[in-house]
């Protein structure tokens, strides 16, 4: 059968693409730069992707761009959006992109009936960020507070929260069989040339940072990911929302993990402010385990981040 990603030159894309081809999809992926050696390359080598991989070029600010690519697809993969944190203009270069572009191939979606579903890579940044103190189990019930993001300038974070939030209401109107994947920071081997955002955690750590920062993340694995994406598509019985967490730390302790892997390699010891350490908490791994996704353990993922940054030529 066939399928769409969208934005199918990214970190997570390209491997949801890698795994497609694998289990034997036809895959039309939409990329912003067809003619960049750098964001196709590495996907026209794919197992597969002569015979059924596809790319073509589409933005999913442009209106109705998706009309065509969705088209005859089965199930579509709305990846695209815009992931960094460094912006002059949250509403330009994060929030139009993310929730525009997600009404967008929505509204395509709803204009094909060959759709039977459409997984929406979402984010733990959808879920947890609504000031509410983090001191329960966080679930899928956490919705995350746009005034919130806006107080505190998490635009990134307000990107994805408009946009799922405005997925759900668009399917819920139109009839979309809609589910979407909430992981947190995603770490894994890299398919593509270049550095993306979460991997860049690692990056900074290992290129010399003299401190880390006072903050506690969410890690996931790029290949769990990309496996949670594919149970939801295929399973009938996939629903609603799967957060995606093997395990918070503060980067204290993740910096240890480094540490241990790579004694010799030169890492900060001390902490960017010295105000109290912010807090660990617990998020539950009950709907995507239930879904069947195993977790690969955090030690791992570092790991093999490590190793292809490193054979890719992304380390200092
Ligand atoms: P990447 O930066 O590698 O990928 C982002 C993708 O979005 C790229 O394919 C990029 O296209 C595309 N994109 C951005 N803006 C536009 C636009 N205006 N039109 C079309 N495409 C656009 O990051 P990831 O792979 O990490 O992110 C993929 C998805 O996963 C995003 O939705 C992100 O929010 C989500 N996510 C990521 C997490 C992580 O830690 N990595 C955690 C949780 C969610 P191009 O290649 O042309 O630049």
């Known amino acids: 059968s066939t399928v769409?990603?969208?934005?199918?030159?990214?970190f997570i894309a390209s491997w949801l693409v890698k795994v497609l081809?694998?289990?034997?999809?036809?895959?039309?992926?939409?990329?912003?730069?067809?003619n960049d050696p750098k964001k196709t390359q590495h996907l026209l080598a794919l197992d597969g992707a002569k015979e059924r991989l596809k790319l073509i070029k589409a933005d999913v600010l442009e209106e109705?761009?998706?009309?065509?690519?969705?088209?005859?697809?089965?199930?579509?993969?709305?990846?695209?959006?815009?992931?960094?944190?460094?912006?002059?203009?949250?509403q330009a270069d994060l929030i139009d992109p993310a929730l525009k572009g997600t009404l967008n191939v929505l509204g395509?979606?709803?204009?094909?009936p060959s759709v039977k579903r459409v997984v929406l890579t979402s984010s733990e940044a959808a879920v947890s960020?609504?000031?509410?103190?983090?001191?329960?189990?966080?679930?899928?019930?956490?919705?995350?507070?746009?005034?919130?993001?806006?107080?505190?300038?998490l635009w990134y974070v307000l990107s994805k929260t408009l946009?799922?939030?405005?997925?759900?209401?668009?399917?819920?109107e139109k009839g979309i069989d809609l589910v979407t994947i909430n992981p947190a920071a995603v770490l894994g081997p890299l398919l593509q040339p270049t550095l993306n955002t979460?991997?860049?955690?690692?990056?900074?750590?290992v290129n010399g940072a003299e401190t880390y920062p006072n903050a506690t993340y969410g890690w996931t694995d790029v290949k769990d990911v990309v496996n949670a994406h594919i149970l939801a598509y295929e399973k009938p019985e996939a629903n609603g929302r799967y957060l995606m967490v093997e395990r918070t730390?503060?980067?204290?302790?993740?910096v240890k993990i480094l540490r241990d892997l790579y004694p010799d390699i030169k890492l900060p010891e001390k902490c960017a402010d010295d105000k109290p350490l912010a807090p660990t908490y617990q998020v539950s791994r009950a709907r995507a385990e239930g879904l069947g996704v195993k977790f690969t353990p955090l030690e791992q993922s570092v790991k093999e981040t490590y190793e292809s940054l490193k054979e890719k030529g992304l380390l200092k």
């Open 4 to 10: 769409c990603v969208t934005g199918g030159s990214g």
């Open 108 to 112: 395509s979606v709803a204009k094909t």
């Open 21 to 34: 081809l694998q289990r034997g999809y036809t895959v039309k992926a939409s990329v912003r730069y067809p």
């Open 198 to 205: 979460s991997c860049s955690n690692i990056a900074y750590l």
């Open 129 to 153: 960020f609504n000031g509410k103190p983090r001191d329960v189990v966080i679930d899928e019930t956490w919705f995350s507070d746009p005034e919130y993001c806006r107080k505190n300038e």
């Open 249 to 254: 730390t503060h980067f204290k302790d993740f």
């Open 64 to 90: 109705g761009s998706f009309d065509s690519i969705v088209d005859g697809c089965d199930g579509v993969f709305h990846t695209a959006s815009p992931f960094f944190f460094e912006t002059k203009d949250p």
């Open 163 to 172: 946009a799922e939030d405005a997925a759900w209401k668009f399917a819920k």
